[in-house]
């Protein structure tokens, strides 16, 4: 399978803890995207990267989340501390830089007791 | 301000009829507009993009869509629904090559009556 890939695709914790998302990306694309949607919302932009440098954040992205891309290729989102308003479906997708369409993974679910 | 409407949250179709979803949307520049479809638990898969050029689009699973800059609108149509079209449905726009980002609308939620 060639497209993007999450892991986990599910995922409780407790209030409190932290949780770590994983993106892989479809290879020969140079961006990639995190988005957030919550149940019967449609996906809210959170922030993307082109290689491995941030370009932009949205002020959804508060302190406590953070997202990697080390090496250009995977990408991590970090949720430190979460609260129970974290609880949504993440999704990452990618892109080539000018193509203008995304492609989008499974989600990774999360769920915060 | 840059923004996706939706006006219907859900519809319910019989199976054979036609479908229309609107989308209107608000953007300061030449639009990238775009539909996807959800399924339950799943990502989305685009339906069908528009650009530039003729502003009726073709996609898969037999949709298709207008753009009409007039109304500011980019409507999903398809002459026969099937059982399995039953999905949520996002219309999304961006201004391409720029960032690629897209901002959704909120959705609609398509049921299919046998």
């Known amino acids: 399978d060639t497209g993007v890939s999450q892991d986990p695709r599910h995922k409780i914790t407790k209030r409190g803890q932290n949780v770590t998302f994983r993106c892989d990306p479809i290879?020969?694309?140079?961006?990639l995207y995190w988005y957030r949607q919550t149940l019967g919302q449609g996906p809210e932009f959170l922030t993307y990267?082109?290689?491995?440098?941030?370009?932009?954040k949205s002020r959804l992205l508060s302190d406590r989340f953070s997202a990697e891309r080390p090496k250009g290729s995977f990408s991590t989102l970090e949720i430190q501390r979460t609260e129970q308003g974290d609880s949504a479906m993440y999704l990452c997708?990618?892109?080539?830089?000018?193509?203008?369409?995304?492609?989008f993974g499974e989600g990774s679910r999360l769920t915060v007791l | 301000a840059q923004s996706v409407t939706q006006p219907d949250i859900h519809i319910t179709v019989s199976e054979g009829a036609s479908l229309e979803l609107r989308c209107n949307y608000s953007?300061?520049?030449?639009?990238?507009l775009f539909w996807y479809v959800q399924s339950p638990g799943q990502g989305l898969q685009l339906l069908l993009k528009?650009?530039?050029?003729?502003?009726l689009v073709q996609g898969i699973k037999g949709f298709e869509a207008e753009f009409k800059r007039s109304q500011s609108s980019f409507n999903l149509r398809k002459p026969s629904v099937h059982w399995s079209d039953a999905a949520e449905y996002f219309c999304?726009?961006?201004?391409?090559?720029?960032?690629?980002?897209?901002?959704f609308g909120t959705g609609t939620l398509l049921a299919v009556q046998p």
């Open positions: 997708a990618s892109s080539f830089q000018g193509s203008g369409e995304l492609f």
């Open positions: 290879s020969e694309h140079n961006r």
């Open positions: 990267f082109q290689n491995e440098a941030q370009l932009e």
């Open positions: 953007y300061g520049a030449t639009p990238y």
């Open positions: 528009y650009f530039s050029g003729d502003t």
């Open positions: 999304a726009v961006g201004g391409g090559g720029a960032t690629n980002k897209l901002i």
